[in-house]
Structures are given as C-alpha cells and as structure tokens.
C-alpha cells in the first residue's frame, strides 16, 4: 500500500514557502531607501524597483498558471525556487558592478520566481483541506509570508541599508537551495486535473473572463497589492520625515517590521474569526478602518501620523487572501487558470506606487497618501459587492 502524504505536514511546508517569498518581496522595502540614497534618485525614479518587480506579475502570471497545469504544483514550487535564486545572484552582481539597471533585471528575474511560486502555492493551499476552511487556511498561510516581512527588516535592514547587498543576497541563496532540495523529497498528495477538450477548455476560458467573480476579484487584487506596495515602500522615508519621526533610515528600517508585525498577527487573528464571520465584511470594515488611518497620516504630525501609517498592516492583513478566496470562488477544476488571472492583477504593485511616486515628487510625501484613501475606498466598495453577490 501506498503512504498518504501527511495533508498537515504538507500545509506546515506550503506555510514555510509563503514564509519564503514574503521575506524576499520585503527585501524591496529597504532596497528603495539604500537605492535611492545610492544613486541619487526622486521618489518617481527610485520606485521602478517595485514598477520592475511587479511588472512581472502581468507578464508571467498566465504563463504560470499554463506551466502549473501541466507539471503540477510540486514542480511548479521547485521552479519558482529556482528563478529565484538566479535573480539573487543577479543582485550580487549588480551589488558588485553599482549598475542601477542590474538591479532592475534581477528583481524582475526575482518577481518571476515569486509569481510561479504564488500561482502555484495559493490555489494548492485551498485544496489542502475543507471547501469551507479555505480562506482560513490561506490566511494562515499568508500569516507566514507576513512572518518573513516582519523579520527581514529586524535581520537584514540594517545590513542592506547599510550597503551589505552582495553578501545578504548570498545568504538567500542559500536559503533558497535548502527549499528546493527540502520539496524535491517531499511527496506531495496527488490532485485531480480537468480532463475537457479543446472546445470545452476555451469555452471555460472565455468564462473566467466573464465571471464578475473573477474580474473584480482581480480589480481588488490590483488595487490591494498597489496600496499595500505603496505604504511599505515609503514607510522608511515617511518616518524619516522631521515632522513626523525624525528617524535615521537605519532606524526607521526596524520599525519596518511593526508594519509586517501587524499584518503578521491580524492574519493570524483572521484564521480563526474568518471561521465564523463573512470574509467579506471583514475586507469592508478593515478598508474603512485604514482610509481612515491614512487621513491621520496625511493630515497628522509626529508619532499620531507615525503610528496611524505603521498601524495599516494590521487591518491590511486579511484582505490579500480574504480577496484570493473570494476570486477563486465556484470555480471548479479551473483554479490554477484563475490563479494566473487574479495573480495578474498584482502588477498593481508596480502601477500604484509609481503613481504615488509621482505624487509625492509633485505635492510632498505626507499628502501623496491621498492616493490610498482613494484606493481603500475601491476596495470596501468591491467588499460590499461581493458580500451582496457570493
């Protein structure tokens, strides 16, 4: 007889991949401060580091949702591992030779790692389990990603804003490889994929594109990741602001993580209330709550402002998941294909931070966070709907 692989065991291992790729998107975080102060860059050029990033998700997610498909997810994680680490590498060089393009290129390679990672890794988490529980447990999953964003800044912040680039990104790779030797001994449950014909496969094609579902699951997707991309991006030169912390950038690197911390503990608290009260009010109550904050934030002075602005991880930290769940609804065996579309939609991490660039270049830094009331609003608008229409 056959062993089963251990479903438990298997969801502690997906748990520790999303730990993986939460801390190397946090990494960009501290990237855009050392970069900026490096090459001498405004607000609107120093955020191409998030617009290369998360580029990648519009032009890779549809890939990897069709390579998933066809190897399957344990393969589909090993790949995603790798293109990561060959986009580490491209940091070390770029880290050696101070090119500012290179630095573009390997976090573009990075971001197609993570996002074969993500199309993979989020659809199979729904799967590990009840119908019911699958938002629950994607959030758990993701309290770990956020675990990695809260670390790094604790470990690595000082390191990076302080210029040790080569050798953080050396220590990664390392890291990366113990992953992918650790799943490639793993076996993973096998999971059923649709068998339909080619008629069949483009009429469900045309569907996905159709189902409001979807579409406005990846809408939210788009605009959640860009306003979440955006606040952590410019956490550091925001409390580095004498009007509101009057921080040293390598200080305010560490109070980085009380931004991931809440997101960290909310995702745990969104484990277990999800099981009892509807993910999409949840997702409309915790925008109000941060569009509120942002106003703080933009309007308040000194450690109010410093601490509204910190304060948005908490209440962002069900809606990522919460929203991935609501997309992927009443889709059936089409998941991984959804998966790509609503993985799509991150690229609003490169669009709305840019924006905000943009902003801050033009009206200041403080009042740039007006884009976010407005992003946050979309979004408990989406929440209202979807609460209407599931």
Not at 46 to 55: A, D, H, I
Not at 235 to 255: C, D, E, T, W
Not at 267 to 288: D, M, Q
Request: contains cysteine; charged residues 5%; hydrophobic residues 55%.
């Amino acid at each position: 007889m056959k062993a089963v692989p251990n479903t438990k065991f298997i969801m502690g291992l997906m748990s520790l991949v999303f730990f993986m790729w939460g801390a190397l998107t946090c990494l960009n975080d501290l990237l855009v401060p050392n970069l900026k102060a490096q090459f001498h860059l405004n607000y609107t050029q120093v955020m191409l580091v998030q617009f290369c990033f998360f580029l990648t998700y519009a032009l890779a997610s549809m890939p990897a949702s069709k390579l998933i498909y066809r190897i399957g997810y344990k393969l589909g994680i090993i790949t995603g591992l790798c293109i990561s680490a060959v986009g580490c590498g491209l940091f070390i060089l770029a880290a050696s030779f101070s090119v500012y393009a290179l630095f573009l290129l390997g976090l573009f390679v990075l971001a197609a790692g993570i996002v074969v990672l993500q199309v993979a890794a989020n659809p199979f988490v729904t799967l590990l389990g009840k119908v019911k529980y699958a938002s629950s447990r994607l959030n758990f999953a993701q309290a770990l990603n956020s675990l990695g964003t809260t670390l790094v800044p604790l470990i690595l912040g000082g390191a990076i804003i302080g210029g040790s680039i080569a050798g953080s990104y050396l220590g990664i790779i390392a890291v990366l490889v113990a992953f992918i030797i650790l799943v490639s001994f793993i076996k993973f449950p096998k999971q059923q994929q649709p068998t339909v014909d080619a008629t069949q496969k483009t009429q469900a094609k045309f569907s996905l594109w159709q189902n409001p579902h979807v579409m406005l699951g990846a809408f939210a997707i788009f605009l959640y990741v860009g306003t979440e991309v955006s606040a952590s991006s410019l956490v550091v030169n925001f409390l580095h602001m004498p009007s509101i912390g009057n921080l040293p950038k390598v200080v305010a690197a560490h109070y980085l993580s009380f931004f991931w911390g809440g997101a960290l503990v909310g995702r745990f608290i969104g484990a277990w209330i999800l099981r009892y009260i509807n993910p999409a009010n949840l997702v409309r109550n915790y925008a109000l709550i941060n569009a509120g904050l942002v106003l703080i934030g933009m309007f308040g002075h000194g450690h109010l402002a410093m601490w509204a602005i910190l304060s948005l991880g908490l209440f962002n930290s069900v809606m990522f998941p919460t929203i991935f769940t609501l997309g992927l609804a009443n889709t059936g065996n089409y998941k991984s294909q959804v998966s790509g579309i609503l993985c799509t939609a991150i690229v609003g991490g490169a669009v709305v931070p840019e924006l905000q660039g943009m902003l801050a270049d033009k009206f200041g830094l403080q009042y740039s966070f007006g884009l976010l009331v407005i992003t946050y609003l979309a979004l408990a608008a989406y929440a209202t709907w979807a609460r209407k229409n599931t």
